[in-house]
């Protein structure tokens, strides 16, 4: 069974930082470009990062370039996001995926609420 288990959401001022972290389980966690996805309320649900299998290249939205920073671990199946300068508009429900998107996401994680207040 596959699991992707997020951790590391919470409440912080805008200005702030958090980080994100999801560790994977059941799956040839190197097979997968990883992702992190979110979702406003009343928002469709936008790719925010993606990076390649061998974490050799990373994409970034244009809303976060500069502020998020995505790293992985293959030999501990584990992918983090590190937000910083975290802004109101960055208030989701953050989804780790295995797959990005434009590549077709094959598991999903629970997701993991961010709260920014100003």
């Known amino acids: 069974q596959v699991q992707l288990v997020e951790s590391g959401g919470g409440s912080v001022q805008a200005g702030g930082s958090l980080r994100l972290s999801c560790t994977a389980s059941g799956l040839t966690f190197d097979d997968y470009a990883m992702g992190w996805f979110r979702q406003a309320p009343g928002k469709e649900r936008e790719g925010v990062v993606c990076?390649?299998?061998?974490?050799?290249?990373?994409y970034y939205a244009d809303s976060v370039k500069g502020r998020f920073t995505f790293s992985r671990d293959n030999a501990k199946n584990t992918i983090w996001l590190q937000m910083n300068s975290l802004k109101p508009e960055d208030t989701a429900m953050y989804y780790c995926a295995a797959g990005c998107e434009r590549i077709p996401v094959d598991y999903w994680g629970q997701g993991t609420q961010v709260t920014v207040s100003s």
């Open positions: 990076i390649t299998w061998s974490g050799g290249s990373t």
